[in-house]
């Protein structure tokens, strides 16, 4: 119980008093749906420019499948507790409307709105919560500026989803969820009309202004330092972008050159966060298949004249998140000296401190975990622990104190962080005070080093007994001549790199990788155990 006692204590510390009562509030405020007529439309007068496309999820008029899970509606029903909630939220959100083809299955998305309307009652049920209800509201507005068939009743009900969410704002949770919110408001005060509308509109900018500034750091990067959240925070900022330039003259166009300017560095971020195959990095939470695919926002971006042109260096270091990417020859190395998020909302965070990922010419060879779930079970934390990356694990106990699906009690906070040339070699290292709780000088220290020709990661630690630096490849890589000390890689090109490893006896165990939700792919991971407080792993090739 003292335990229990002293990790809440860690955990709760760090919370903005707005999201204390800003939970109590939320619990207690049940306000009633505002069924009045909805304010008119706002003729828009500029062009609304083709947004990012997904994968669809609809598969038939009544089927769905997210997160690679498939379901009939006629059978599940709106919410069925059998789902996880997760897949619920899916179902709410209408991402299809804007999906790859959404054309050809216009009929059906105008049949799904009428059935939606009809069987979820104002204030009701998973799909009103503040959201869901706020990409929902988004994406029928999209799809009505895309020339979609919004009917009297669909308009009607997006007045009363907007009227529900001004008065369930997540100020509790801020982060992505607070800023969905606003997006939401701003969308549908400006495709209205009127007094009514402009407090939507006056509301949503207000909360924007300030939490564009808040969550978009200098060097690009959305605050919760999650690349997938950071997808979908660029696709956030490029339909801002979008909006206002449908709507000239109102007062979001006082938005849209900060809107631009932010984009722009994100895009930049998003590319830095990415392996050579175009997708993201597996740091905190992340998975392929929730944001739209890098390319298209690159795309997405261009046609709205925002730029998506990088000039990179070998080294590229985004010190306000903490990320370094070194690049030379055939190897790109993408190492983590971050923090695990903002103090007050870690909830996307994993035990991954120190952490890297690598691809040797466009495909993937160390890769971290994934994320396949969410939730509270052993699974969801077991991906968010540190034995899941490629990090330095000490006396088997994870180096943030991840716990409860989306808590952190103690966190790792970086220190000594070098980036810079080391003769010929690009260098990159640092350390963390993750493991102080178990000894005042149980302090990691990690040293990437890369050459033309070779790759060297070095691993130091006083005062621990036991401590292992763990390397997980991608399903996809073989292991050949394995010993204690050595291995050659081969890559499915046939592509042969040379391991050596300097430490005590090499084991290679069983993993999963988790490249998108609902997925897990078996794959293997090498395990150096530290000798004498020291592991180093030599990755040579031709």
């Known amino acids: 119980m003292i335990l229990k006692a002293g990790r809440l204590w860690r955990t709760l510390r760090h919370l903005r008093p707005v999201q204390l009562y800003g939970r109590l509030w939320f619990r207690l405020n049940r306000p009633r749906a505002d069924l009045s007529a909805h304010p008119p439309l706002r003729r828009a ?48 959100y209408f991402e299809d409307l804007t999906a790859r083809g959404w054309r050809s299955r216009a009929q059906w998305h105008e049949a799904l709105i009428a059935a939606w309307i009809a069987q979820n009652p104002p204030g009701q049920g998973t799909g009103w919560e503040p959201y869901p209800t706020s990409l929902r509201i988004i994406n029928w507005i999209k799809w009505a500026l895309a020339g979609g068939n919004l009917s009297v009743a669909a308009m009607q009900s997006l007045a009363v989803q907007t009227r529900w969410l001004l008065r369930r704002l997540e100020w509790h949770l801020l982060g992505n969820h607070i800023f969905i919110n606003a997006k939401a408001l701003t969308f549908a005060g400006l495709f209205f009309d009127g007094e009514e509308a402009k407090r939507w509109l006056d509301k949503g900018l207000s909360i924007l202004a300030q939490e564009i500034d808040e969550q978009f750091l200098p060097d690009g990067g959305q605050f919760e330092l999650s690349p997938m959240y950071h997808a979908l925070a660029v696709e956030d900022l490029l339909d801002l972008a979008n909006i206002s330039a449908a709507y000239p003259g109102s007062r979001a166009g006082q938005m849209e050159a900060l809107v631009r300017s932010r984009a722009a560095l994100a895009l930049r971020w998003l590319f830095l ?43 590229n270091h985004l010190p306000a998140s903490g990320y370094v990417r070194l690049a030379r020859g055939p190897v790109t190395l993408i190492a983590d000296f971050a923090r695990v998020g903002p103090d007050y909302l870690p909830g996307h965070a994993h035990a991954d401190t120190l952490s890297f990922e690598m691809s040797f010419n466009r495909q993937r060879l160390f890769v971290n975990s994934g994320t396949s779930e969410y939730g509270i079970g052993s699974e969801r934390h077991r991906q968010r622990g540190t034995a899941a990356h490629n990090c330095l694990l000490v006396e088997n106990q994870n180096s943030s104190e991840v716990w409860a699906g989306f808590r952190v009690g103690r966190r790792a906070v970086p220190r000594e962080v070098q980036v810079g040339h080391q003769g010929e070699e690009l260098f990159a290292a640092g350390a963390h005070d993750g493991y102080l709780h178990l ?104």
């Open 45 to 92: 007068q500029g062009n609304w420019s083709h947004p990012a496309e997904r994968e669809p999820s609809m598969t038939a008029p009544t089927r769905f499948r997210f997160l690679n899970a498939e379901a009939n509606l006629e059978e599940v029903g709106w919410d069925d507790p059998a789902r996880p909630k997760l897949w619920r939220y899916n179902q709410h």
């Open 273 to 315: 966060m990415s392996h050579p195959d175009g997708g993201i990095a597996f740091f905190n939470d992340a998975a392929l298949g929730v944001a739209p695919p890098n390319q298209q926002l690159y795309n997405y971006a261009k046609r709205l004249g925002i730029s998506s042109d990088f000039r990179l260096s070998e080294i």
């Open 439 to 542: 000894g005042k000088h149980i302090v990691p220290r990690r040293q990437y080093r890369l050459s033309d020709n070779k790759l060297v990661i070095e691993d130091l630690l006083e005062g621990a007994t036991r401590a292992e630096a763990r390397y997980h490849l991608h399903p996809s890589i073989e292991i050949g001549d394995l010993s204690a000390q050595s291995a050659s890689l081969i890559l499915p090109d046939r592509t042969h790199l040379r391991l050596a490893m300097e430490s005590g006896a090499v084991r290679c165990e069983k993993v999963n990788w988790h490249p998108q939700f609902g997925m897990t792919v078996p794959t293997r991971c090498l395990v150096l155990p530290l000798r004498d407080g020291a592991a180093r792993l030599n990755l040579s090739w031709a």
